[in-house]
């Protein structure tokens, strides 16, 4: 019988790294996956964090993701970087290319990296945090599979479709958001259906296009970009840019391919990173001050920044450890123990 506990960041990680070697990830592919799950558990993204494991499993006994893949890294000197995942996760894609990406930002004003053919679970927020902890702005975003309904229409057609955005701060935490351009990400609906709880009104529709609170419905429905049109135009947008322009799968083609929408999908993702210095350089104003009177006009207001959750999440983490239930730490001894067995 497990018990609940606290556990540090790196304790959590050496746990979910062991998981994923054990199934047969490589260390290429184990150690960014475990990173950026315990990433999400640290900062209470419950939707992206240990829960995601069964996910990881799930798709490697389905045989839709290369656990020994290493990507590779393609870069010319033009803006784009590309790497090629090799059909393996988008984590260790994006830490192999984000240092070129970086760099040529800085030395152009802007970059873009593209991702091809990998597998995705994951949030965006630690990829756009770490480029604007290099002093960047970034944006990060990627279909997924067809699950959300056009404004409109009641069938999937887009990906629940992340869109991040980061910016930098001196000496403190980066401005970043990060989410689903439907009104909830699909991870959301998951965990509301393991609750047994209803989901707010508004979500979703059922197979006959009526709107549902119920979570079993919704998942079998479509899910509603947020904001109506608004939502529905964006998330256009990324399929466009994040599919088709860097060719590769949109959600409708993500979910062909797939066959279900219950394990991860294989799709690219597209990561923009812009230098703040050299777009305001022949303007002798410092852009990174004046967002600063920005950020104090929102807060002036009452309002919090976006990830204020988030960052006072970590602090909490590092001060008193990742808080485990006793389900999950049941959870993740069964998965180490049986491995793929476990599913
Ligand atoms: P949420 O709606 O929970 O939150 C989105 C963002 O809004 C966060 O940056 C959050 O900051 C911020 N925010 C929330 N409330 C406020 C507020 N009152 N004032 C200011 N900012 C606020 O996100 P979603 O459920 O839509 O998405 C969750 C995650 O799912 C994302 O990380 C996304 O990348 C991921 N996802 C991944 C997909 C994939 O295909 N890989 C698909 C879809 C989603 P804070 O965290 O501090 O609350
Ligand atoms: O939560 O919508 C989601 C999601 C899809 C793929 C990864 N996360």
């Given at each position: 019988?497990?018990?609940?506990?606290?556990?540090?960041?790196?304790?959590?990680?050496?746990?979910?790294?062991?998981?994923?070697?054990?199934?047969?990830?490589?260390?290429t592919q184990a150690g960014?996956?475990?990173?950026?799950?315990?990433?999400?558990?640290?900062?209470?993204?419950?939707?992206?964090?240990?829960?995601?494991?069964?996910?990881?499993?799930?798709?490697?006994?389905?045989?839709?993701?290369?656990?020994?893949?290493?990507?590779?890294?393609?870069?010319?000197?033009?803006?784009?970087?590309?790497?090629?995942?090799?059909?393996?996760?988008?984590?260790?894609?994006?830490?192999?290319?984000?240092?070129?990406?970086?760099?040529?930002?800085?030395?152009?004003?802007?970059?873009?990296?593209?991702?091809?053919?990998?597998?995705?679970?994951?949030?965006?927020?630690?990829?756009?945090?770490?480029?604007?902890?290099?002093?960047?702005?970034?944006?990060?975003?990627?279909?997924?599979?067809?699950?959300?309904?056009?404004?409109?229409?009641?069938?999937?057609?887009?990906?629940?479709?992340?869109?991040?955005?980061?910016?930098?701060?001196?000496?403190?935490?980066?401005?970043?958001?990060?989410?689903?351009?439907?009104?909830?990400?699909?991870?959301?609906?998951?965990?509301?259906?393991?609750?047994?709880?209803?989901?707010?009104?508004?979500?979703?529709?059922?197979?006959?296009?009526?709107?549902?609170?119920?979570?079993?419905?919704?998942?079998?429905?479509?899910?509603?970009?947020?904001?109506?049109?608004?939502?529905?135009?964006?998330?256009?947008?990324?399929?466009?840019?994040?599919?088709?322009?860097?060719?590769?799968?949109?959600?409708?083609?993500?979910?062909?391919?797939?066959?279900?929408?219950?394990?991860?999908?294989?799709?690219?993702?597209?990561?923009?990173?812009?230098?703040?210095e050299r777009f305001a350089?022949?303007?002798?104003?410092?852009?990174?001050?004046?967002?600063?009177?920005?950020?104090?006009?929102?807060?002036?207001?009452?309002?919090?920044?976006?990830?204020?959750?988030?960052?006072?999440?970590?602090?909490?983490?590092?001060?008193?450890?990742?808080?485990?239930?006793?389900?999950?730490?049941?959870?993740?001894?069964?998965?180490?123990?049986?491995?793929?067995?476990?599913?």
């Amino acid at each position: 019988m497990s018990a609940a506990k606290s556990v540090t960041s790196a304790e959590l990680t050496e746990t979910v790294t062991a998981i994923f070697r054990k199934i047969g990830f490589n260390a290429t592919q184990a150690g960014p996956m475990a990173r950026v799950i315990v990433a999400g558990e640290r900062d209470a993204c419950k939707s992206h964090g240990i829960y995601r494991i069964e996910g990881c499993l799930r798709t490697l006994k389905m045989g839709k993701v290369r656990p020994d893949a290493q990507p590779v890294l393609h870069v010319d000197d033009s803006a784009i970087i590309r790497v090629d995942a090799g059909f393996g996760y988008a984590n260790a894609a994006f830490e192999l290319g984000a240092p070129a990406l970086a760099e040529r930002a800085k030395k152009l004003g802007l970059a873009a990296l593209l991702i091809n053919d990998c597998t995705h679970f994951s949030a965006l927020w630690p990829e756009v945090e770490a480029l604007a902890d290099m002093g960047l702005s970034a944006m990060a975003m990627c279909p997924s599979y067809a699950s959300v309904a056009p404004v409109g229409g009641s069938k999937p057609l887009f990906g629940t479709n992340p869109f991040a955005f980061a910016w930098p701060r001196a000496g403190q935490h980066p401005y970043v958001f990060d989410f689903a351009t439907s009104v909830a990400a699909r991870g959301e609906i998951e965990l509301h259906r393991r609750a047994g709880t209803r989901l707010p009104e508004g979500w979703a529709v059922d197979v006959d296009g009526k709107p549902t609170t119920d979570p079993d419905a919704a998942l079998a429905g479509a899910m509603l970009p947020f904001g109506g049109h608004k939502g529905s135009a964006i998330s256009t947008m990324i399929e466009l840019l994040a599919g088709v322009m860097i060719g590769d799968l949109t959600s409708p083609e993500a979910l062909d391919y797939l066959g279900t929408t219950s394990i991860a999908p294989r799709h690219g993702e597209l990561i923009l990173a812009f230098s703040p210095e050299r777009f305001a350089a022949t303007r002798g104003a410092n852009s990174l001050s004046r967002a600063e009177n920005l950020f104090e006009a929102i807060i002036g207001q009452g309002a919090r920044l976006p990830s204020q959750r988030r960052f006072a999440a970590r602090a909490q983490s590092e001060a008193t450890g990742i808080q485990l239930t006793a389900d999950e730490c049941a959870q993740l001894e069964r998965f180490a123990r049986l491995g793929l067995d476990a599913i």
